[in-house]
């Protein structure tokens, strides 16, 4: 650190104590002119609600009169970037500029760069606080509102009066442990990032397997040190060139090197064998500034999310994860495997609460994989009709012969496969209200949960242990149903309500602390990171 910085931040402090201090304590009006070109100023303004609260708690006296006081508000807005939040988009190093000219061009010229500055840091204490960016206008796939979480305008009134901008900032930021170890991450990659470069992993035919002896075992040794592995190299990584490739410990893929690999192969959601095959060797070849912009991206995302898992019960699936997360009431933390839509069908984000199950349901087959999937199938061989138990229904539930469907054009009919140990949703499903017809459910196709990649379904998340999982949640709500012994009686479409309802949450994280408290950076599945970098970069067009 440097050691001029704390001494620095203190005569700032005294600066501003001799020009602010004794107004915030005793209530002393130092200007009344500005003051009352100030009070007239906000009147005018359309952005008048949150500035009006922040200057009632100064009871309308200026702030931003010293140089002192600006140079506080730059600086601190500057650390916005441990936040992934680009400081330039709050013009932070014009700010003293407009001071000096304000300061030459009278009262009014003064009142106007005053709220200037309070609007900026307000604007910045919102981005903070709920994001930059408007998630709903990136996508129709995202039907969530970001969280009205709020923040004491008082504490950080009370801050800025002590010329504290980095306190100020925390009453604002995120208060989550997913949140903190994002920003520990980015901070701990960009460092990472601006080290020496080291060379990529060449691709080969051949895979890089425990017990080699090779060339490329030593540059992945130096891809994985850069990643933060420990006494995977005998020298200083920092000195690369100095290294002896000839070593043989450096050439051979031992077993600390292999658990190396698994390690960071679970980070990366990628199969935890050891071997460094064509993806485990494209996600080591990533550049760290990626990695850095990823975790910015995400730190939004982060933003944009209320504080699911942190402290009331609550459901949330973390998509790009494939894990579904349940805080019960006891605070314990309940989770599990899931499979999301593929890309094509992508998963939407949404927020919610469970309601009620149906035990033993037919599936009505949705329009979209009516139209793409089935329809198809049985224009090749109406047989397909009976083999999977699907029924030709009209709108009003009426069964239809299917020799009497013309399935070049069907018309006014829908397909439903019966209940059954065949039936794609299994003998559970989880409903909360939502427009885009998305659920939890069972699923016959258990051996997906065993893949790294879960990204397979038409849309609809299946579950592992779902069973389990609405046990717990009718438990919680104070249920006493018989949960297995009503599966059991095979009545078809049984409804089973909640007593009380579950908050439930589908959020689209690519990068996102696991159990184990390490970042995991996952892929992109559904391309919707593009969009949000490029719109951090031009937030005003999307912050509405």
Known sequence: MNERQPLRRWAIGV??????????????????????????????????????????????????????????????????????????????????????????????????????????????????????????????????????????MARVVDAINRLDISAALEQARPDSSAYRQLKAALADFQSRASQSSVPDLVSRKQLLRPGDQDDDVLTLRQRLTRWGEPHLLAANPEAYPHIDVEAPDQRQFDAQLAAAVKRFQRRHLLEEDGVVGDQTRRALNVPLSSRVEQLKVNLERARWMGAQGENAPSVWVDLAGYRLHYTRPSGEHWQTRVVVGTPRRATPVIESAITHFTLNPSWTIPPTILREDVLPRVREDIGYLAEENIQVIDFDGNPVAAEDVDWQRPGSIMLRQVAGSANPLGRLVVRFPNSHMIYLHDTPAKGLFQRPQRALSSGCIRVEGVTQFAQLLLQDTGSSAPLMRLIASEQSDRQLSLPQRVPIALHYLTAWPNAEGDVEFRPDIYGYDPDVEAALRQPERLSG
């Open 15 to 152: 600066a501003l104590c001799l020009s602010v201090g004794m107004v915030s304590s005793s209530g002393a009006d130092t200007s009344p002119p500005l003051r009352e070109a100030l009070q007239a100023r906000l009147a005018a303004s359309d952005q008048s609600l949150p500035i009006e609260r922040f200057y009632q708690h100064r009871n309308h006296q200026p702030i931003w009169t010293t140089s002192a006081s600006v140079e506080a508000l730059v600086e601190g807005l500057k650390e916005l970037e441990q936040d992934g939040i680009n400081h330039e988009n709050y013009a932070a190093a014009s700010l003293m500029e407009s001071f000096e000219r304000s300061r030459a061009g009278g009262v009014a010229a003064q009142a106007a760069f005053e709220a200037q500055a309070s609007q900026t840091l307000l604007q910045a204490l919102e981005h903070l606080n709920r994001g930059q960016v408007n998630p709903r206008q990136l996508t129709a796939q995202w039907d969530s509102e970001r969280p009205a979480r709020g923040y004491s």
